[in-house]
């Protein structure tokens, strides 16, 4: 049988779809490793997602470190990767409002559909998810991969705009820090200090000063600064010397003061310059107590909240204010084949801002 140029290549992806390549953690405190596995098999309701890119997050490494030995979980060998953008390859037999090629990003953490926090679109709070934990690339395979598969409910179409390299870090930094300033409040003309310029900070500067805000950046490494005001900071603050409180107040203090960092000494700097009325928004998982005085936080009425990322909802709205407002993350891009080298550079604070490997670079 003749097959022309276009049936050959149908089949070469069909041949291909059943293997891939993906870097496994096969236990904690252990490299990655390169390999063929089988291609995930997805259910009526799920999609196959051709994984472009996916952004390397902390937390992945903190995947690494034995991050889940206090979940009753043990999900080893995983595929590690939450922040994935690509297209779909392969829709279940009851998904109707997607079709292979479509351009998706996973939201990554699967609530119970059922406690109050669910009910209410705040799944990322899910309290089932302290006992019975199901995130991809956490509890379950995710992007670290050519394809991934997830509920087709939680594939987020990409606005058009976004490349899949720019779109990939959204689906936890960006989404991350969109939340933080959401829910911290922020509005025009206020001050909002960002604490650590990392992969999450980055994004927090261009978001909050999309937002409205003056911004102010907070950062102990020098060649920094000149990064912070490229991103649009209007001050930056150095956390080095120990002044970091007084030199907030000196600027008339934060409104909201969104820490990113896991200095945890910094973290008890920076409260000092939290204005009356501020909050302080807590979202890197350091260990430590906060010196909280009651009557410092009663007579200034400020509040602390934490943040673990975001909703779909709230992933929907940033990746629309993302291309609207001409967000982009810093990225450096690597083949999969080089995820042990990222991890290396991100436990040494070299990347700038954010990774991002490409299992599908086609
Ligand atoms: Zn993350
Ligand atoms: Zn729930």
Not at 43 to 48: I, P
Not at 81 to 91: D, F, I, R, S
Not at 217 to 227: G, H, I, N, P, R
Request: a neutral charge; aromatic letters at 6%; one cysteine or more.
């Amino acid at each position: 049988m003749l097959l022309n140029a276009c049936e050959h290549l149908t089949l070469g992806n069909h041949a291909k779809r059943n293997r891939m390549k993906a870097a496994v953690l096969e236990y904690v405190q252990q490299p990655l490793t390169i390999k063929d596995v089988p291609t995930p098999t997805i259910g009526d309701q799920d999609v196959l997602i051709r994984v472009h890119a996916c952004g390397v997050c902390h937390t992945d490494l903190h995947i690494a470190d034995g991050l889940l030995s206090s979940f009753a979980t043990n999900p080893f060998p995983l595929i590690p990767g939450h922040e994935v953008a690509g297209t779909v390859e392969a829709v279940g037999a009851r998904v109707d409002h997607l079709k292979p090629g479509d351009r998706v990003g996973a939201y990554w953490w699967f609530g119970c559909g059922r406690c109050r926090c669910c009910l209410s679109g705040q799944e990322q709070a899910c309290i089932t998810s302290q006992s019975d934990l199901r995130a991809a690339g956490l509890t379950l395979d995710g992007g670290y991969a050519e394809y991934m598969k997830v509920p087709a409910a939680y594939a987020m179409r990409l606005p058009a705009e976004l490349d899949f390299v720019v779109a990939a870090p959204f689906f936890c930094a960006g989404l991350t820090m969109y939340a933080a300033l959401k829910n911290s409040g922020l509005r025009a003309g206020q001050r909002a200090v960002v604490v650590g310029i990392g992969g999450l900070g980055h994004l927090a500067i261009q978001i909050a000063r999309a937002f409205g805000a003056e911004v102010v950046a907070v950062t102990s490494t020098d060649e920094k600064c000149e990064l912070a005001k490229q991103l649009g900071a209007h001050h930056v603050v150095s956390a080095t010397d120990g002044s970091v409180g007084k030199q907030l107040l000196d600027l008339g203090g934060g409104d909201v003061v969104l820490s990113t960092t896991l200095d945890f000494q910094t973290i008890r700097e920076v409260m000092r310059g939290l204005s009356p009325l501020g909050t302080l928004v807590l979202t890197g998982m350091t260990p430590g107590r906060l010196p909280l005085d009651p009557r410092t936080f009663i007579l200034g009425q400020q509040r602390v909240i934490g943040i673990n990322f975001g909703s779909r909802q709230d992933l929907h709205e940033v990746l629309q204010f993302a291309f609207r407002h001409n967000i982009h993350p810093m990225v450096e891009t690597y083949p999969l084949e080089e995820i042990n080298t990222v991890h290396q550079r991100l436990k040494k604070n070299e990347v700038r801002f954010r990774a991002v490997v490409t299992p599908q670079s086609e």
